[in-house]
Nanobody, 122 residues
């Protein structure tokens, strides 16, 4: 079963930036489409940004377009989520997983890790 390890979260003020990392644990992820998802307090999990295995196709949730950038370094077995202009509503636990389709971040199928907490607050 595929397992990823997320890191890079923290407490940041509104307008600030963070870079999250998603690293494959014990396998090579370069053949997989990968997605970043988040779950805020009292909310359902939603797909935030997803990327194809070769990095050429991406998808973003409307509310993060222009602020978040997903990219990957297959040599490092890692997918990143660069987040800028953060808002309090971005506060959530962010997790990554393998997906079957980039558009819409559809059909996550690997195990969920512990995620990394992002808190946007002044």
């Amino acid at each position: 079963q595929f397992q990823f390890v997320e890191s890079g979260g923290g407490l940041v003020q509104p307008g600030g930036s963070l870079r999250l990392s998603c690293t494959a644990s014990g396998f090579t992820s370069d053949g997989l489409h990968i997605g970043w998802f988040r779950q805020g307090p009292g909310k359902e999990r939603e797909g935030v940004a997803c990327i194809s295995n070769n990095g050429r196709s991406t998808y973003y949730l409307d509310s993060v377009k222009g602020r978040f950038t997903i990219f990957r370094e297959n040599a490092a077995n890692t997918v990143y989520l660069q987040m800028a202009s953060l808002k309090p509503e971005d506060t959530a636990t962010y997790s990554c997983t393998a997906i079957t389709r980039v558009f819409g971040c559809a059909h996550p199928f690997s195990s969920w890790g512990q995620g990394t907490q992002v808190t946007v607050s002044s």
